[in-house]
C-alpha cells in the first residue's frame, strides 16, 4: 500500500506539485485512517493533505483519477481474493477480467515504470511481461497441440495469446504515456528560460508568456513583504523624552518609531531597432509584471529618438502597448539624439531614488554617443544599469558604443535569455 | 477502515441535524483533523459557510467555540494575553498603607528591596493575566478555535501562529510555559486577499469550499428556510445558479441565496414573478452597479426559469 502512495507522490512531484517530506508522511497517515474502501472519500482526504491551492487541486484530481482507475483494483484485488491456481489459457478463454488483472499487476510489479523517461520502444516491458504472465507455456501448449494434430486447439489457443499481447500492450502503452507526458512537458519549462531571447519561436511565444508571469509571481511574493514594515509599536524614547520636557517630564505626548520602506523609482530605457527588440519586448513583459512591487515604473522606446511609452501601457493591454512601442523604430538608431531627448524629457525626475535601466547593443552607427549625460544621469541616480543582449566579446567592435558608456554605468551586464532578466529584476527588487 | 466510511457519514449526518447542510470533502476534513490533530485551513469565496462551519463543529462536538478575527496589526499582545494593568495599578494605590506595614524593620533601600521581592508575584499571577482567545483556547477543556481572515494579518502574526499551532503551548515569562490540555480543534478562515505563507500551509489540512451545486443548495434552503415550498425553492436556486454566471463584481453566495428565500416568504409570494424579483434584486446582488447593468439579463434568466419549472 505504501508503495503505492509513493509512486503517487512521485507522479505529483514530476507533473510540478511541490510535496514536502512532512506532507507526505501525513499522506501516509490519511491512508491509513482511510483505506482503499471509499475512492471519493480517498481523493479528498489525500486532494486536503497534497494540493494546496485551487490550481493543484484541479491537477490532482486529474491525476488521480488517471493513477488510482488501475492501481487500487489491482492492489486490493491481490490482497483481498484468494491464491486460485487458474492457468493462463483458462483465464484467457472465460475472459476473467479481474483475475488477468491480478496477474497483469504481479507481473509488472518488478518493472520499473516510473523510471521512463522518454517513450522509448516499449517492447522490452511488452515482452517482460508477456514472461512474467507465464506466455511461454501458452506457446508449448501450441506445439503440443500441433505435434497431436490438435488444429483447432491450436488455433484457439493462438489466438488467446494474441488477445493477451494486446491487452498488455496497451497496459504499457498507457503507464508509460502517464509517465513520459510529464517528463516532457517539465523538460521544456526547465530548458526555456536559458534560450537566447532572438532564438524563440512564435509557437513557444505562449509558453513563454507563462513562464514570465510565473516568474514574475514569484518575485512578487518574495519581496511583497517588505510593502508593510512601518511600524507602531516601538516607543522611540529618545523623541518622546524630548517631546515632553515642557511638560515636566511626564509623557503625555508618545512617540513611535517607524521604518519606512520607499519603493524604487524605475526607467526603462529599451531600444527598439530590429536588431534588439525581442529583448525590450521580455524586458517591459517582466516589468510590467511585477508592477505589485515596482509600481512607479516609467518606460521610453528609443531609435533615432526617445519617446515616452509609459501612458500605452497603462491604458492598453501589453500586445498593443507593445506595438505602439515599436512606432519610435524608425530610422537609424541614435543613442546620442536618444539620451539628449531623455534629458530634456525626464531628467529632472531622476533622483537618487530612481533606478534607471538601459537595454539597447549600444550600436549608434557612429553617431556622437554624448556620453556625458549618461554620466549625468550617473551622478544622480542611485543605480544605472546597462543591459546588452550581446556578448562581451562584440563589445566596443565596429559601432559599438559600450566602453564609451561603461564607466557610467553602476552595473553593465549580458542580458539574453529570461534567466538573466530574472536575475536583473530580483537585482532591482533586492537593493531597494 | 470501514469505521472511518461510517465516522465521517455520521459527521455528515451530525452537520445536517444542526442545520448545515454539508458536502463529504468538508466532513472529511472534519474527520482527518480531529484524528490526525492538524488544524484546518478553509478558502473559498465570502458567504460560503466557513464560518458557520466552525460554529456548527462547535455544536456537534460539544466544544466552546472560541474566536479570534485577525486585522492587520493584531499582535501578540491582543491575541494571546495581556496583564491587566490598570488593575495592578489600582491595587498598588489601595493598599499603599499595607506597603507601608510590610515595610516595617527594614532598613535602608537594600532590605526593603529585599523585602519587596518576596510580594513581586502576587501582582504578577493569575488574577492579573487577562486571557485573549487563544489562551483561553489552550486552557479550555474542549474548544473548537476559529482564527477568522487570518490573511488580514500580517507575517509576524503567521510566524507566531506557526509555533502555537505546532506544538500548542506557549510560554508566557512570568508564568512559565502553558501547555495545552487538551488539544482544541482549529478553524483557519482565508479570504484569499493574499497568499498565505507556505510554511502555515504545510501545516493544516487544506479545504477549498465552492459555491454549492444545485442539489446542495436546494437541501440547504431545505434546511435553513423550511417554510418554502418545493416549486419555489426549484425557481429560486436555479434563478441564483444562473445569476452566478453573469460578469458580475460580487457574486450572490450561499448567505445571500438564504436571505432572499427569507425575503420572498416574508412577501408572501408562492413563486417568481417579475415584480417579486425586480423588487429584492438588492438583497441577491449588493452593487448598484450590478443591478443597473444586467436589468435585460435578469428578466432573460427568469423567463428560463419559469419555463423550466412553471
Redesign the interface.
Known sequence: MTELLADFIHTLRYTGHRI?T??AV?AG??LN??????K??LK??LS??L??T?EE?ESFYDIFDMFFSMEIMNDSMIEALPEEQKSLLDILEEDDRVALMRLMAQAASPLNFSSIRAFLSPQGFISDMMDGMGASALDMQIMSAVSEGRMADAERISKAKEGLGLKIASYVERQVRQFSENARELKREESLPFVRLTAIEEYQMATMRALVKKMAKRLV?LY??RK?VSR??HLDVRMTIRRNIQYDGILFNTVWKRKKIDRPKVMVLCDVSRSVSEYAKFLLMFIYSVQEVLPKVRSFAFCDSLIEVTDCFNEYDFEKAMNEAMLAAKGKTSYGNSLEDFEKLAMADVDRKTTVIILGDARSNNDDPKEGILKQIHGRARRVIFLNPENKVSWGTGDSEMYKYLPYCHKASVCASLKDLEALVSDILRRS | MKNSVDAIASIQKAFDEHGYICSLQIATAVFLSRHLDKPILIEGPPGVGKTELAKAASKIFDSELIRLQCYEGLDEAKALYEWKYGKQLLYTQVLREKLGDLMDGATGLKESIAKLHDFDDTFFSEDFLEPRPLLKALRSEKAVLLIDEVDKADDEFEAFLLELLSDYQISVPELGTIKAKSIPMVFLTSNNSREIGDALKRRCIHLYIPFPDANLERRIIKSRVPDVESRLREQLVDFVQRLRELELKKVPAVSETIDWARTIVLLNARELNPDIVKNTLNVLLKFQDDIVNNEGRVRTILDEVKRKYP
Not at chain 1, 33 to 38: I, M, T, W
Open positions: 514536502s512532512s506532507e501525513l497517515e490519511v485512517l482511510v483505506g482503499y474502501d471509499d471519493a472519500i479528498a482526504g486536503q493533505v494540493a494546496k485551487c487541486k511574493s511583497a513583504r508593510k507602531r509599536g
